[in-house]
């Protein structure tokens, strides 16, 4: 079953291997050529490498080639563009260095860059050349590059180890295992000595003494060594994922079965490699376990955990975990049960007493208890921090002056006052007096103060209460031993209420850090507009770190707006603006306290969202954060992240439906338009070409006019509504205030809509103290002529249709009202909307007419309601802010 | 003298052209036809019509220039035909010399009572006594009296001039700005309010129904005109 398991491809794994693939194929591809140090030929190597290329028709440029003059390798050169150095000012001197930017813009097949690992002079993008590679990778260009295996950020101590020499500058290890080729440039140690002995060989920044000690046989044999084995581990690992991803099924004939015991130390992704490696050599098949014990696991343990764990299921090791408080019973148990042939533990690098003494117990048991599985013990030559050596570290000294002072003064004090009861008390309890004062002060003040305190205090119980008093000496032997005790007791009670209490600060600022980010976390879920969020952020980064920060969105178009927000709370120079476009642009952060753009005093995060790069987020950082302060300040950029995206996708969807609505309507309107106009042209088609026949007598005659002449009025409406229509729409409706007399008002629309009043009963009732008002007339008056007009079509004949203007507080309101069928209730709001018809209404209009009338009422900011009247049909409400005009004035 | 009722018609719309010849013709006015503006101004000094239809919508020139161009030596009513909502221009074109105007589409009825007006008013510039009568109403210009229904009415002497000066007018469209201009003088040409007020006054004084004028009629936009 577990061989099974091993072959078949986890289909995550799959997936991830061909999105690789996939990202691979977009980027440029890295090829590093790789050697145990100075001189072994990796720049020549890379030359020729590069020639034979260009004769393939790969178009190259160099980008930085260091000859060191050397004339071989200066040959080479020739035949390639080389891209000029770009000339950096610093401190006075010209300073050179690759040009990133020209070579991106030049955008080769291939980009040559020398020394991986060099440190890029301080005012460019990046701190590191790498970065640089990094970024010219991902346009799609190649680059080939050189490495010298110190430069490898796990192989530094090894290497200064070996060598003495402290190497600075390194590259981490992602960056050489994603490289796509790695070519090993080796030499043997006897023909690199000879070149350096002939002067070949070029070591910068290193002192003669230091180089002459670096290039010793012993030295180089162990650096090849190490260069050769790091290769042949990456040749191992590629030939694994090769067989893995072509379900190759490996040597798994010997029966051997492995399995590893991982736990939350870094130590265990060591032993995973092995153990896979191993697994693959001994044919074997290979499980991993984890034992999970009641001991609760730090947060950095817990992601390292899940890191090992996730190592396992990417190296294609089946991950099993179980429980129990005794380990090695555990793991015997499940070794026992899956016929586990080998087990493979790991141990720590330092042996000290006390891991001594847990880890030795460990493997002893394990070994004892082993029975016939054979045990074996990895180490590491990977340096680690102890986690035991934690405990004793020593502490820091950060409290202030006052604070030493104030203990110092209260040591003293609690001496004097003891002083006189001395002899009434015995010196003896005195000590308990000064202890007691030692413990307080240890509830307010830090280590330092404390052993200040605890020092004086028994120095001062020595010389003034020790007999004999006044000397420092102590004549007997139990006052010794208490001196002593004392003296320890003091510093241990102060040492470890001072840590109580620090740890207990640190609880607390944790506490409120949480509850910050679940208080943040409330209110952004409620937020409602893209503002409301940047503020609650803004406040609440404010509130709780006390840093001014601000928020630059993404613009649309994938570029980020210029405006910041909000508005008045940083700001930022062009130069810093761009940071802030590159920090969204590479979601990556940057500016002060990152490695790129350091010299800036504003830091830039970039904010993501699960599917949108949302923007970037700006702060004035004092200080780098500590990794308490990082994880919550990623969690808080998560959630604002959340939040803006939730509300940017609302937008999006918002939009899509109004455009979805409006795209209904615009159709409606269309099919409404055309059957509208067709109508009233048909009608008179069809009554002209009756009359032109010559057919009809003279009553039909008669009729048939009418008809055209009704018709023509109805067209003449349709354009009227569509035109004003169009002006509303196009926001070209500016209305032309001037005063006129609400009369004039009335009478126009009544003398125009005569004819369909006149089956109406028409009452108008306008007080006689509404004289003048200031409205522009050819709006109001097509407003008044729809309502009125409305009304005729949808009330009975004979039903009064009342129209009522009047003045109210600065407003002025026109009333109409009509007794025909009203609206249904919760139809209300809609009444006023585009092409909303009444079930059933005749047709002859196209639903414009009211929506017309708000827009113009809207115009006047004004407003316009609807409401149904109590004994049947409907008032329509039209209220419009306007002047009074001082009539006094006028009329002297 | 022979009434002259030849009527040009200067409309780049040949069915609005074709239409007016007939609604005209049968009226018993003659007609002429131009379609551009070049073609209407020389038409207008070789036939010299009495009255003048103008589109201001024509294709070669704008309304308002012909119209300047035509005033410079035509002293026949013009009357200009334009589209709805261009109130401005029409208050412009009144102002600089035309006489009335109808918006398309117009109706056959209001056209000729238009054209009526104009043509009186032109050719009773001679005569034209001071005592004017429009139905119940009897204005003594000279005297300053007006009656109705032979019972004086007190008018103060603004409203008696606004109303002289619409009297003498009447039928005619006035422009608000020659209105306030006329009566109250020229820096209250936009004073609208104070028209208004006075044209409430007066119809409250000279009306059947101040509310539904009939003698007072207000021209949206443009101005008034005096009821026939």
Known sequence: ?892 | MATNNNILVIDDEAQIRRLLEISLNLNGYKISEASTAREGIVMAATHNPALILLDLGLPDEDGLSVLGKLREWYLNPIIILSVRNSEEDIIKALDNGANDYLTKPFRTGELLARIRTALRLSQDKTGGGSLLSFGPLAIDLAGHIVKKNNNLLKLTSTEFSLLALMARNSGKVLTHQYLLKEVWGHSYSDQTQYLRVYVAQLRKKIEDYPTHPTIIITEPGIGYRFGE
């Open chain 1, 1 to 892: 079953m577990n061989d099974y398991n091993n072959i078949r491809p986890n289909p995550d794994e799959l997936l991830a291997s061909i999105k690789l693939e996939e990202d691979q194929n977009k980027k440029g591809k890295l090829k590093i050529f790789f050697g145990m140090c100075a001189g072994v030929g990796k720049t020549f190597s890379m030359l020729e490498s590069a020639h034979i290329d260009q004769s393939n028709g790969k178009d190259i440029v160099i980008g930085f080639v260091e000859t060191h003059n050397r004339p071989d390798t200066n040959e080479l050169l020739k035949g390639f563009e080389i891209i000029p150095l770009k000339v950096v000012e610093y401190k006075g001197t010209k300073l050179k260095d690759a040009d990133t930017e020209a070579i991106i813009t030049r955008k080769p097949d291939l980009v040559l860059i020398d020394e991986l690992a060099h440190t890029n002079v301080p005012g460019s993008l990046h701190l590191k050349r790498y970065q640089d590679v990094l970024d010219i990778l991902d346009i799609g260009i190649d680059v080939y590059t050189t490495l010298n295996v110190q430069h490898l950020e796990s192989r530094t101590d090894t290497v200064s180890q070996i060598t003495g020499i402290v190497v600075r500058e390194t590259v981490p290890d992602e960056v050489f295992e994603k490289a796509d080729e790695i070519e090993l440039v080796d030499i043997t140690p006897e023909e690199l000595l000879q070149r350096f002995d002939d002067g070949k060989v070029y070591t910068p920044d290193q002192s003669k003494e230091a180089i002459h000690n670096f290039f010793k046989k012993g030295n180089i044999t162990a650096l090849r060594e190490m260069s050769l084995r790091i290769v042949a581990d990456r040749v191992d690992t590629q030939l694994r994922e090769y067989m893995h991803k072509n379900r190759i099924r490996g040597p798994w004939k010997s029966g051997l079965r492995l399995m590893t015991v991982i736990g939350p130390s870094p130590h265990s992704e060591k032993i995973l490699r092995w153990a896979k490696n191993l697994s693959y050599s001994m044919g074997a098949t290979l499980l991993s376990l984890y034992v999970e014990s009641t001991k609760k696991l730090s947060p950095s343990q817990q992601d390292q955990l899940n890191k090992n764990i996730n190592l396992a299921r990417h190296l294609g090791i089946e991950f099993i975990t179980t429980s129990g408080n005794d380990i090695v019973r555990s793991i015997l148990d499940i070794g026992q049960k899956e016929n586990i042939t080998h087990i493979i533990v790991g141990k720590p690098r330092r042996w000290n007493l006390i891991s001594y003494f847990r880890l030795g117990n460990f493997v002893n048991r394990l070994i004892k208890y082993s029975g016939n599985i054979d045990v074996y013990v990895v180490g590491s030559d990977q340096g680690e921090d102890n986690q035991y050596m934690k405990y004793f570290r020593l502490p820091s000294f950060t409290s202030g002056y006052s604070h030493y002072s104030l203990s110092a003064l209260f040591t003293i004090l609690t001496a004097v006052i003891f002083y006189p009861l001395k002899d009434i008390i015995g010196y003896q309890a005195v000590a308990f007096g000064l202890l007691f004062t030692v413990s307080i002060l240890a509830l307010f003040v830090g280590i330092g103060p404390i052993l200040v305190s605890a020092s004086l205090s028994a120095l001062l119980w020595d010389f003034f209460f020790l007999p004999p008093p006044f000397t420092l000496h102590v004549d007997r032997i139990e006052d010794i031993l208490m001196l002593i005790m004392y003296f320890i007791i003091a510093l241990i009670g102060g040492v470890m209420t001072s840590r109580v209490r620090k740890q207990e600060k640190l609880t607390r600022e944790r506490e409120l850090r949480t509850s910050a980010l679940y208080q943040l976390t409330k209110e952004l879920s409620i937020t409602s507009s893209i503002d409301e969020v940047i503020r609650t952020s803004v406040k609440y980064i404010k509130k709780y770190s006390r840093l001014d920060s601000t928020i630059i969105l993404q613009g649309g178009n994938n570029v980020l707006d210029k405006l910041l927000r909000p508005e008045n709370s940083l700001t930022l120079s062009d130069p810093e603006l761009s940071i802030a476009e590159w920090s969204f642009q590479h979601s990556r952060e940057a500016g002060r306290f990152t490695d790129t753009l350091p010299s800036t005093e504003f830091t830039f995060y970039p904010l993501i969202g699960s599917k949108l790069r949302l923007g970037v987020v700006v702060i004035k950082q004092e200080k780098t954060l500590s990794g308490d302060e990082k994880a919550f300040w990623d969690a808080y950029r998560t959630q604002i992240s959340n939040a803006l995206e939730r509300e940017f996708l609302n937008d999006i969807a918002r939009r899509a439906s109004i455009l979805d609505e409006s795209d209904k309507l615009y159709k409606s309107l269309f099919n409404s338009i055309s059957h509208e106009l067709r109508i009233p042209v048909a009608t008179i088609m069809g009554a002209s070409d009756t009359l032109l026949s010559g057919e009809f007598d003279k009553g039909t005659s008669m009729h048939l006019h009418v008809e055209i002449n009704k018709a023509s009025e109805r067209l003449n409406r349709l354009i009227d509504n569509l035109l004003n229509m169009s002006r509303l729409e196009s926001g070209r409706i500016t209305p032309k205030l001037d005063w006129h007399d609400v009369h004039d008002l009335a009478n126009k629309v009544i003398e125009v809509l005569k004819k369909e009043l006149e089956r109406f009963n028409l009452e108008v009732s306008i007080p006689d103290d509404v004289p003048l008002v200031k409205i522009d007339f050819g709006l109001m008056e097509h407003v008044l002529h729809n309502l009125v007009l409305n009304a005729t079509q949808y009330s009975k004949p004979g039903t009064t249709i009342r129209i009522k203007m009047y003045y109210d507080h600065q407003s002025f309101i026109i009333q109409v009202m009509d007794r025909g069928p009203g609206f249904p209730q919760d139809e209300l709001k809609n009444v006023f909307n585009k092409f909303y018809r009444l079930e059933g209404s005749i047709s002859g209009g196209t639903g414009l007419g009211l929506s017309i009338v708000k827009g113009f009422v809207q115009a006047h900011n004004g407003n316009v309601t609807i409401e149904n009247r109590k004994n049947g049909g409907s008032i329509i409400t039209v209220k419009i802010p306007t002047e009074i005009p001082d009539l006094n004035q006028i009329l002297l």
